[in-house]
């Protein structure tokens, strides 16, 4: 059996921190350079990062966290790892402008519920093939949540 280990890398305001139960009151800040925790986990062996845009998750301003998503991405190449990300991508340009920044998975939870046809055209559009849940798509990663059946049921047919 063999399993991947996916450290997570959480932003907030260019900083990598750690929310306790989600609560932004409630943060601890672990370092102010993502690029160099990245590299850290990576020459520890990792290949793949989940990394969060938690004020993109807020709706707050996400500038630094996108500027420190490019350092992560960049340092991630140096290492031929691969980046999953989420948080904050409301609309197909913000889940097209990180694809097109590197990043090798997309996250996506609420948008993936409240506007399936958004996801079906990004799909369509940006990745070739064919999308079904807890597919691989011409390499990228395509995941409905479990929680939600009938909203699931309701993507299927579209395709």
Do not use: C
Not at 13 to 18: E, Q, S
């Amino acid at each position: 059996m063999s399993f991947t280990i996916y450290p997570a890398i959480d932003l907030r305001a260019g900083k990598v921190v750690r929310l306790i139960e989600g609560d932004p009151a409630r943060m601890t800040s672990y370092s102010d350079d993502p690029a160099q925790t990245v590299r850290q986990w990576l020459s520890l062996g990792a290949r793949w990062l989940h990394v969060v845009n938690l004020d993109g998750a807020f709706s707050e301003n996400d500038s630094a966290n996108q500027m420190a998503l490019r350092g992560i991405l960049e340092v991630a190449k140096e290492f031929g790892a691969q980046i999953q990300f989420g948080g904050g991508m409301r609309s197909a340009p913000d889940i097209q402008r990180a694809l097109d920044l590197g990043v090798s998975r997309i996250v996506l939870g609420t948008i993936a519920i409240r506007q399936p046809d958004v996801v079906l055209d990004v799909l369509r559009n940006a990745l070739p093939g064919e999308a079904t849940e807890q597919q691989r798509v011409a390499g990228q990663s395509v995941v409905l949540p479990q929680h939600s059946q009938s909203r699931q049921s309701q993507f299927r047919r579209r395709l």
